[in-house]
């Protein structure tokens, strides 16, 4: 008797896909692993943050994305049309069409500066700003060594988006880059934001608003913009604030890949709603069940950040448990929300975050109880040289699915928890 | 958990006012919830906080701004009109709500 091995359909082969199909080789050897995506570009992301300040250079961020995805996958390249759920198969733009037995949505998160007026102009990639893409963060750092002095203003569209302390590290390096390059005295450096802080977590807010106000810089809070204005260089809100620059650095509104919601899938921002804890597809309201798709990283709707660490921790919960459903037996695997993120502060300086859904940053030292080295929430060269060293890291050992040592669960071990003892209930619950 | 009295009736709040229970809520202290931020509530306000209730309800959270805005079709600028300068947060406190989480 034969039997068709089953077939692993991923869409996107970003962080969180390839991590997927290099995985599920090792642990089901016998799989038929296919993996769709429209280039064969696989850009560092973090790296994006570093280019405009020359501290990477565009060769250092961008490879080739075959050459990390194990050979035994199956590559097709080409647009997702659409998910036909109900068939167990993806319909490319190109007509072709792939049957699936479990289908992964890997397809990340855009940013759709399309989707506020005025943002898209003949100012883009001049006088208003992104690095989120690698075009938009190339165009930064030339028009960053043209700037001579003024609004520099730092601004974040709407939540949620990719990578959350991005743009606070953005300011901290502008702030650095402009001392050393005399521009400082000359430049009013303004980060806007729609959250009433600096971020969103109390304890992470509270130390990242003081290193704000350490650096001078002017923080406009509760800002919901409706409209960019590049005639008069403004940033309108809805309450009808403005706030003028002369260069602006945007987070664009974020959304996930429109075929997540030509099929279905996604809430109002295209993100596909799942399980928090399995990343398995959970259906809004009375759309159909559909138990073997999964979304991982970005393109899923989880409660946490949208980081490359939480792609990572993640992927390793839903390889357990897709073991698990290989053998017929239920998922017990469960992701806890964790993120880990180092924040540039500039000055050769970063900072370590440590969260996951229950309990938010705090201070203390990872990844060993009261040793480190890390030190979590406070700045040191220490995390700063971990932060540039992680993109070996990356490239050389987290996509190809090799183990890092670090446990998927957040750990309170080395933790100063503070605040109403609400906050305490997670460190309850460690095992 | 710090406890307040609106309407004869003692309620369980969190540091910023939010209602801790949602169950405890009615439209009768809907009404009193705005008036303590200073709205007066009309029609044109209940649209989105029903919406809110029955979102909450089925979602097991408090929908976004945006959300809000694409589900009932009403546009963000006419939210911000009704509940001045921080319409997310104060549709959820009249709505006996917690903050929308999309802050993360």
Known sequence: MTTTPPRLLVLGGGTAGTMVANKVHKVLPDWDVTLVDRDDVHDYQPGYLFMPFGMNTPEQVRRSKRRFIDPATRIVTGEVDRVDADGRRVVLEDGTVLDYDHLVIASGTTPRPD?????????WHKSVNEFYTFEGSLALRDNLAAFEGGRLVVHITELPFKCPVAPLEF???????????????????????PLDGAFTKPVASRELGHAL???HVTVETDFMVESVDQEAKVLRSYDEREVPYDLLVTVPLNMGADFVE??????????VTVDKHTMQ??????RPAHPEIFALGDAANLPTSKAGSV??????????NLVQLAHGRPMTHSFDGHANCFVESGHGKALLLDFNYETEPLTGTFPVPGVGPLRLLKESRFNHLSKLAFRHIYWNALLPGRPLGLKPQMSMAGKHPEGPPAAMSASMREE | MPTTTISGRTLEVNEEGF???????????????ARLIGIEMTEAHWVPIRFLRTDHAAMGETPTLRR?????????KTLFGLFPKKPAKKMAYVAGLPKPKGCV
């Not at chain 1, 597809?281 to 009375?286: E, I, R, S």
């Not at chain 1, 792609?311 to 357990?320: G, K, L, N, P, R």
């Not at chain 2, 809000?68 to 963000?76: F, L, Y």
Request: aromatic content about 10%; proline content about 4%; overall charge negative.
């Open chain 1, 115 to 123: 989707q506020t007026p005025g943002m898209l102009g003949e100012g």
């Open chain 1, 171 to 193: 300011t901290f390096l502008a702030d650095d880059w402009l001392r050393q390059h005399g521009l400082r005295e000359r430049t009013e450096l303004v980060f806007v934001t």
């Open chain 1, 213 to 215: 106000e350490e650096r």
């Open chain 1, 262 to 271: 030509r099929s279905g899938l996604g809430d109002e921002l295209n993100y």
């Open chain 1, 281 to 286: 597809y959970l259906p809004q309201g009375d």
């Open chain 1, 311 to 320: 792609a990572h921790f993640s992927v390793e919960v839903f390889i357990d």
């Open chain 2, 19 to 33: 209602l801790v229970h949602p169950d405890d809520w009615t439209e009768d202290l809907g009404v009193e919830l």
């Open chain 2, 68 to 76: 809000v805005s694409t589900q009932t079709g009403i546009d963000v």
